[in-house]
């Protein structure tokens, strides 16, 4: 059975993209524009299309092994670093704005105080190459960043905006890019003539580039080519797509990046619903590609997160909260966030310093969650957190910017699927991006930690 995924690289032994194993023994790689070969020039975090096939066993119908005919990578971003963030956790590049969090994988000559935070001074006016996921007008989340050697080239993808056809120009970002001359190579776009190209999320290559335009981030690049970004092939049978939904059309019509999805009354949802799907939402999606569009039998809401905490601070003015024993997490409060519970509370402002929450949300950034549902509940000293693990380094472990000291839990409350796994146990299989589930009690200012999950 022919397959077609898209995802980041994230394990070798194989090749695992978007955690399935891929046997590569004759798989030719295309890498980022130079001939395709059987050189395997991967890394961990190269977000990838991989087309191959699947075979499986007649009778069960249960996948045996996924086989990868050709793997193809292209960057998200390459070009000199305008600036960084003081924390190392955000710079900019040709006019996109790239976070970084507990999944980047960063060269270790970028690598600031943790492995998942840059170094400002080393990364600052560097040429880097960067692979991830645009997740909207003019940001990126990175899933790997390099330093870039040899003759510098440019590329950016991204959402086109303010497309001009007479002056062949459009903005991508906080990026002007000008297609204008004779030489350049949109061969693969739609007439601009006889459709806007706004909205298209496109892969464009450049030989020149300045600082200055629109924003506070504006740059000017000169294209060599532009092309809309693809999956190659419009009819699989087989069908994974990991990004960020980039535009909503409806209820269960959407799309990832540049690839239309739709759901159906028998499409199955983990990590959240149909309601849940917006802008921004970071997804997985399965299923079958007919005419280019993907018919979703699954869909998996990544970087879901869950917390039960008391407040310890509202700020009204850019509609956040914190959480008390969290300092170092900021709760996001936007259009489509709900709020229910004790009270009937309708917004933010009826929202006190000491109310107890649980909140459902979406990781967007290292250290703030999007919250789409919050229930107000009677007070309570109860503290859990469901995430992503940022670090770990028995007894401390780093989950939303946040040190939590697993001193206080006994022996016994380390847990697994299986049961009891031991403080050993626990973090011998602990590794970064894994999720936990910790719980604890807050009084007197601090927060007294007495178990602790291991998920998958």
Known sequence: MATVSSGPVTKFGSVFVSGTEYDNTNTLYCIDHDPCSRENRLKIGMVVVVNGTRTVEYTSNQT?????DKITYEETVEGEVQSVGTDGLS???LGQVVSVNQKTEIDLSLQGAS???LNPTAVSGTLVEISGFVTGDGTILATLIQPHTGIPHFEIEGVIKNHDHTAKTFAIGSLVVDYSRPTTDSSLMPSPTSQNWDGLVVFVLGDRWSQGGPGPYGARMSATSVKPKALGV??????????????VDGPGDFFLNNVRVRTNAGTTFEGGTLNDILVGAHLEVYGSLVGGIVNATKVEFEGE???????????????????AGLSALTIQFDAQTTLHGQGNPHG?????????????GQLRGGNTILAKEVERSAPASTVQIKGLVMSAADPLLVLFGSSIDTSSIPENRFLWRSGVIGRSGFFANLSIGKTIVLRGTYQTNTVTWSSVFLGD
């Open 305 to 323: 997160t869950e917390l039960q905490a008391n407040v310890a601070a509202v700020n009204a003015s850019d509609n956040t909260l914190t959480l």
């Open 348 to 360: 933010l402002n009826d929202l006190r310093s000491g109310d107890h929450l649980q909140i459902h």
């Open 115 to 117: 492995p998942h935070a």
């Open 91 to 93: 710079l900019v590049v």
């Open 234 to 247: 419009s009819d699989i049978q087989d069908t994974a797509v990991e990004d960020f939904v980039t535009r």
């Open 64 to 68: 045996l092994t996924h086989l990868a």
